[in-house]
């Protein structure tokens, strides 16, 4: 009889298997069964009825083709039901970016990139929304009516901006990425792309934009958010890793590369000892900085972790001389700041664009790092930064003597106020105050004490009062100026037109878009041409006073004129001896803003 019993033994174990496999089975079922139940009928469950809402506002964007004043072409288009889709073309109901291609890379302008960029961050440009009930998303959908192809981010947040309680901590989570993608189609279409579940609702939706494959403008109509009130059930096909999930930026999410995690990785001291360091001892100094400056900045801060001549290496100061934070815009706070002074003595360019936003980076955080890492400052990007106020103005004026490079662009938040401190940085070559609220009396003291400027943008800078002045100034001042932005600067005359290209001849790039009170029969652009032969590019966008005899004196006169942009304009005859050559890479467009033909580049 005991042969018998381990025989039963052994039925009974495996009967007892296949009862737990089924019943786990069961279950599974169940659950993709209750999911799919949620999906196709959303009446199901009251609890997890989907609700599809349009954005309520645009609370954040970093540029926009409209003016300030006006709903034409700007990103408060967004809000709202769509004014125009399914419809295709060129509306001013839209909400459209500044930029589009690779053309204002190759401006005079144009900044050098930052090295150390992570591959995975091609944002340009962003623009946040709000809806009215935070919810966990299932759908994003983004109408695009021209152009389509530019959305390359969608992230949520997990703050409630109408919440009248802060928030102890913001969470960003990206639901959607892609690298650029060329789009052949120019017409309209509902992108949906496949989004990824979060453990969070959220009410804040933020699209980041890379235009650089663009033919032309894209134009945006409205942003449709699908959720569920409930947190969805996870069905078993989504708890399962997507490989198209594995990049880098989702990796650091893995690990525990968010803000508080990458903050122990700049802050880490815990390294392995060992007896030697392999061939690492037998290479000179420099090269081993040279191989460690292609690294990223997470991928520094991991290797530093690694042995105590690499933490030497990776904490060395001249590894952060090019520091760009703004890929991390998400994870920077104090604390990240408080952890890198000690590598960032030497730090010369600084980029803190998009960051310290909701109250990431205070201003007592980024005042005590300048004090530390500011003296070596050459240049400091902070566009989009909307945690500065006055006294950060104060602290760069005070604490980057050497500063020749700062950008303010479209830090709306700043009070008129704070650009006095601009004065002080008389070493200044480059200023940028696009979408700002500077004003006259600021300005004219910045160009007073700033004699060296040589590149300046003062586009959409709707407090100043008259242009004219700033012209002369500019004239007066600013012999050294090369490149300067004068976009949407709507009272700007014939006169300060006069005196700016007297007073400034190595001019190489000229904005007047939308300057809409030049004309054209003044002899004003005929002058420009005679006077600033080394103009590069010249925007006269939408003047529609523009004429033949202006090209000829720019064909004449600016040989070395590569940019040029006359949309707009129904003056011109194409049959004209202007001597200029159409660019097969801006064809003539017949759109409802142009009301014509647009010539940009030449060759």
């Known amino acids: 009889m005991s042969p018998v019993f381990p025989m039963l033994t052994v039925l009974t174990m495996f009967y007892y298997i296949c009862l737990r496999r089924r019943a786990r089975t069961a279950t599974r079922g169940e659950m993709m069964n209750s999911h799919r139940t949620i999906e196709s009928n959303s009446r199901a469950s009251p609890l997890n009825t989907e609700v599809v809402q349009y954005a309520k506002e645009v609370v954040d964007f970093s540029s926009h083709y409209g ?28 909400a459209v970016f500044r930029t589009y291609g690779t053309w204002w890379d190759q401006c005079p302008s144009a900044s050098l990139p930052f090295k150390r960029t992570p591959p995975n961050f091609q944002s340009q440009d962003y623009v946040e929304l709000t809806f009215e009930q935070q919810v966990y998303p299932t759908a994003v959908h983004v109408l695009e009516t021209y152009h389509p192809g530019a959305v390359i981010r969608i992230l949520a947040c997990s703050a409630n901006p109408y ?27 509902q992108f949906k792309p496949c989004i990824k579940q979060i453990n969070f609702p959220t009410n804040l939706i933020r699209l980041e934009i890379n235009s650089s494959l663009l033919d032309y403008y894209t134009e945006l109509d409205a942003v449709v958010l699908h959720g569920t009130k409930d947190k969805p059930v996870l069905s078993l096909k989504t708890s399962l890793i997507d490989m198209n999930d594995l990049e880098d930026e989702d990796y650091e999410e893995k690990d525990g590369c968010g803000m508080d995690s990458l903050n122990k990785k700049f802050s880490s001291t815990a390294l392995r000892e060992g007896p030697n360091n392999g061939y690492f001892d037998k290479l000179p100094y420099e090269l081993i900085q040279l191989i460690l400056n292609h690294l990223t900045l ?277 049959t004209a001896p202007h001597g200029l050559v159409w660019c097969p890479e801006m064809p003539c467009v017949s759109t409802v803003r142009n009301e014509g033909w647009v010539t940009s580049p030449r060759k």
Not at 76 to 85: K, M, S
Not at 530 to 554: G, H, W
């Open 298 to 574: 997470p991928d520094l801060c991991r290797l530093a972790q690694t042995c105590k001549l690499l933490n030497q290496h990776c904490c060395d100061p001249l590894q952060y001389i090019h520091l760009n934070l703004q890929p991390y815009w998400a994870k920077l706070n104090d604390t990240s700041l408080e952890f890198l002074q000690a590598r960032c003595t030497l730090v010369q360019w600084l980029n803190l664009s998009w960051t310290g936003n909701r109250g990431f980076i205070s201003v007592a955080g980024f005042s005590r790092f300048l004090k530390v890492c500011g003296s070596e400052l050459v240049r400091l990007e902070l566009s989009c930064s909307h945690f500065l106020n006055e006294t950060c103005l104060e602290i760069i004026s005070e604490m980057c003597p050497n500063l020749q490079d700062l950008n303010l662009s479209s830090c709306d938040k700043l009070p008129p106020q704070a650009f006095n401190h601009i004065a002080k940085l008389c070493s200044l070559k480059r200023l940028v105050l696009y979408r700002t609220k500077v004003e006259q009396t600021a300005l004219l003291s910045i160009l007073n004490f700033c004699s060296e400027l040589q590149h300046l943008s003062l586009g959409s800078c709707v407090m100043i009062e008259d242009y004219d002045v700033i012209a002369s100034m500019i004239g007066a001042k600013c012999k050294k100026l090369r490149t300067l932005d004068l976009w949407r600067c709507k009272d700007i005359t014939e006169k300060g037109i006069a005196e700016l290209a007297s007073g400034c001849p190595l001019l190489e790039e000229l904005d007047l878009g939308w300057c809409p009170t030049l004309q054209s029969s003044t002899g004003c652009f005929a002058r420009l041409a005679r006077q600033l032969p080394n103009l590069q590019k010249l925007f006269l966008t939408a003047n529609r006073s523009v004429c033949d005899t202006d090209i000829e004196e720019l064909a004449c006169n600016c040989t070395r004129l590569r940019q040029l942009d006359i949309l707009g304009t129904r003056m011109i005859s194409l």
């Open 67 to 94: 003016s300030e004043n006006s709903m034409s072409y700007t990103m408060w288009n967004l809000a709202g039901v769509p004014n125009v889709f399914p419809s295709s073309g060129d509306f001013t109901q839209t």
């Open 163 to 189: 919440s009248p309680i802060p928030p102890a901590e913001v969470r960003w989570e990206i639901l959607w990425s892609e690298r650029p993608t060329k789009v052949n189609a120019s017409q309209a279409r």
